[in-house]
Every structure is written in structure tokens, then in C-alpha cells.
């Protein structure tokens, strides 16, 4: 019987090891997932819904078409904290609907918006900046808001 | 920090087991004690097949990187085989590796006569990494990592590229732990303390 007992310690480290006490990470495209729609042939709605226990870094946000840097989106207050190193940073939980202004009004186009974003897990880990791309087709002049559609999930965080 | 490998020293029964008196143990007891031995060697079994990807890992893939360090001198990693080599993927964008970084500063002065050697691999630029190393004093080399890096610690098992993330590698060579998420004080002394041994 004193055999038995040998397991119960073996039991414990293993359950240790093999269980592990933490939510398994989501990959970044699901932890900060991404959507746009159209609003008007000038005006692109872009919007990350980030799951729970997850956040994005408001100044590492940004949006671009083709080649025209970025654009001056219209990014919401986040909420404030502070960073050791980088000082008072914002950032977004759940849902976050951001404006991006287009440089010129293209009736009926449909353009690739560029959007780059890095965010972190509770759980402590941070995920590398995570460009994405999305086709977005805009309405003729005077048309309707486009569908929201999903970004496509990235293969590299790389350019 | 979702799922650590762990070392395998973890997933072996202690040595040091609580003996149990055979008058002790009821009916009811010895049910307990069977289930026990049963999730035991379900779950000690899971354990051991869990780390047995860490234990046939062999360094190769680390001692095949060679990086530029903070001046651009490519830097190959392969100078410290023969070490226990702690290599840490971080940047300074990721707040929970800056938090980790002073104690493996610490830890790095204590154990260096031990052969203990700490490498950072930033996935960041140059400048920021410039600016924190001499914010914290970093006493061990820090290289610049690209793709190159991110396809390392890809291959040792970092699947979504997430940092912080630490490999740990005997004086062998071998790769005994990898870590993503912080590696705990507690949890590196004990590491290094079976290491030394």
C-alpha cells in the first residue's frame, strides 16, 4: 500500500504540468478581431472587437490605403494607463468603432485598407504588431453604408 | 503563459513521498487511493507526453542563429554553447517582458560564475532597445531579432509569435524549458539550481 501513496505526489506534479491553470491564448486575429464597412464613398468605419481579457494600445493603431500613409483616423478616448517606460498610454477593451477618413471621395471603388494594431493578454503576453488587410467596397455618391465585412487572418506580422 | 512546457523534472514523482500506514487506509480509502493511481497515470502520462517534445529538442536550431547585437556586429549565438543559456524573446512594447527583465539582470550578476548566461533577442528597433537596456543597466548581450528570430522561436514552439518567451538550454545544448509568459523567480531558481547541479 505504501506503493499507493508513491502516486499521490506524482499525481499532484502531474497535475501541475498537465494541467495547465491558464485560458489558452486566442490567436491575434480572434483576440482583437477587425471589421470595417464603408459609411460614404469618403469614409471607412473601421472596428475591433476584442475579447475578454485582451487589450490594444491605442497609439499603435493605424490605417492606410495604397500608399498614402496614414490616415488621421478618428480614434476614441481609450482608457489610461500607465507605462513604466512609455508613460500615460490608452487602451481598448471590447468593442472600439474608429472613423478613417479617406484622402478623396472614390464612388463605387472597392480599396485595401491597411490596418496595423498590437495588443496583450491579461495572462501577460503581448502579441507582436499584427498588420491586417481589408477589401472594402465604397458606395456610389450618395449611396448607402457598405456590410461590415471580417479581415482576413494574417499569415505574418512581417511586411 | 497559456500553456508552459515544462521542465521534466516537473512531471517525475518527488523521491521524498509520504509513506502512509497500511492500518490507515479504509475501504473507502483505498477507492480514493485506486482512482488516484488511475488519474495519475492518465494525467502523469499527459505530463511526460507533453514534455517529451521539449526533452528531444536539441539546441541546434539557437546555435544555428547568428543576429546583429546593438552596434549591428552579427552576433552569433553558438559562442555560448557550453553555458546554460537562458535566451529571452522580448521588446519594450511588451510591458510584462520589461517587468521580467531587472531580475534576470540580477539573477545574471549572482549566477554568472555559475556559467550561467542570459541573451536577449529584441523583436523590436534598435533605438528603443538602446533606450531601455540603459534605462534597466542590462549586464548580458541583447540582439536585434527579425524574421529570423520570430521563425526561431516559432520553431521552438511559439506558435502565435508571443513574448515574452524564454528558452532555457543545458550545458549540453539541450533545450530543458520553454516558457511563454513570465518565468517566475521561484520558478528560474529552481530551474538553474537543477541545472548546476
Same mark, same amino acid.
Given at each position: 500500500m505504501?506503493a ?7 499525481? #499532484?506534479a502531474?497535475?501541475a #504540468? ?12 480572434? #483576440? ?38 496614414? @490616415?488621421?483616423?478618428?480614434? *476614441? ?14 487602451t481598448?477593451?471590447? *468593442? ?6 479617406l ?15 498590437q ?8 502579441y ?5 488587410? @481589408?477589401?472594402?467596397? @465604397? ?21 | 503563459?497559456s ?6 523534472m516537473?512531471? /517525475? ?20 487511493a485506486?482512482?488516484?493511481? !488511475?488519474?495519475?497515470? +492518465? ?9 517529451r517534445?521539449? $526533452?528531444a ?24 554553447? !557550453?553555458?546554460?543559456? +537562458? ?6 512594447w511588451?510591458?510584462?517582458? $520589461? ?7 540580477? =539573477? /545574471?550578476? $549572482? ?5 550561467? /548566461?542570459? =541573451? ?5 528597433q ?12 542590462l ?7 527579425? +524574421? !529570423? ?19 532555457? &538550454?543545458? $550545458?549540453?545544448?539541450? =533545450? =530543458?524549458?520553454t /516558457? &511563454? !509568459? ?16
Open positions: 505504501a499507493v501513496s508513491l502516486f499521490l505526489p506524482a499525481f #499532484a502531474a497535475f #504540468a498537465g494541467l495547465p491553470a491558464q485560458p489558452k491564448l486566442l490567436p491575434p486575429e480572434q #483576440a482583437f478581431r477587425l471589421s470595417a464597412r464603408a459609411l460614404d464613398p469618403s469614409t471607412i468605419e473601421a472596428r475591433f472587437d476584442v475579447a475578454d481579457g485582451y487589450y490594444l494600445y491605442r497609439d499603435r493603431i493605424h490605417f492606410s490605403v495604397g500608399s498614402s500613409g496614414d @490616415l488621421p483616423a478618428e480614434l *476614441p478616448k481609450g482608457q489610461r494607463k500607465h507605462d513604466e517606460f512609455f508613460g500615460d498610454v490608452e481598448y477593451r471590447g *468593442p472600439v468603432v474608429i472613423r478613417v477618413p484622402p478623396a471621395a472614390i464612388p463605387g471603388r472597392t480599396l485595401t485598407l491597411h490596418a496595423d494594431s495588443g496583450c493578454a491579461d495572462v501577460g503576453v503581448c507582436p504588431p499584427n498588420p491586417q488587410k @481589408l477589401e472594402v467596397a @465604397l458606395p456610389a455618391s450618395g449611396g448607402k453604408p457598405g456590410p461590415y465585412v471580417e479581415a482576413a487572418a494574417s499569415k505574418s506580422w512581417l511586411k | 503563459m500553456e508552459p512546457l515544462r521542465p521534466v516537473e512531471a /517525475q514523482p518527488a523521491s521524498d513521498a509520504p509513506t502512509v500506514e497500511r492500518r490507515a487506509i479504509s475501504r473507502r480509502g483505498f477507492v480514493i485506486s482512482v488516484c493511481i !488511475g488519474a495519475a497515470a +492518465l494525467f502523469g502520462g499527459f505530463a511526460l507526453f507533453r514534455s517534445g521539449t $526533452r529538442r536539441d539546441g541546434a536550431a539557437v546555435f544555428a542563429t547568428t543576429l546583429p547585437d546593438l552596434d549591428g556586429k552579427e552576433t552569433a549565438l553558438s559562442q555560448w554553447r !557550453g553555458k546554460i543559456l +537562458l535566451v529571452n524573446f522580448w521588446a519594450t511588451c510591458a510584462p517582458c $520589461r517587468e521580467e527583465m531587472p531580475h534576470f539582470v540580477a =539573477v /545574471q550578476s $549572482r549566477d554568472a560564475g555559475k556559467g550561467v /548566461q542570459f =541573451v536577449g533577442i529584441a523583436v523590436d534598435a533605438d528603443k532597445v538602446r533606450e531601455f537596456v540603459k534605462e534597466i543597466k549586464n548580458y548581450p541583447v540582439l536585434i531579432g527579425g +524574421l !529570423g528570430a520570430i521563425e526561431l522561436s516559432k520553431a521552438l514552439g511559439n506558435e502565435l509569435s508571443a513574448l515574452p518567451f524564454t528558452i532555457v &538550454l543545458d $550545458r549540453s545544448g539541450n =533545450v =530543458v524549458h /516558457q &511563454l !509568459g513570465q518565468l517566475k523567480a521561484r520558478e528560474l531558481d529552481t530551474l538553474l539550481e537543477s541545472l548546476q547541479a
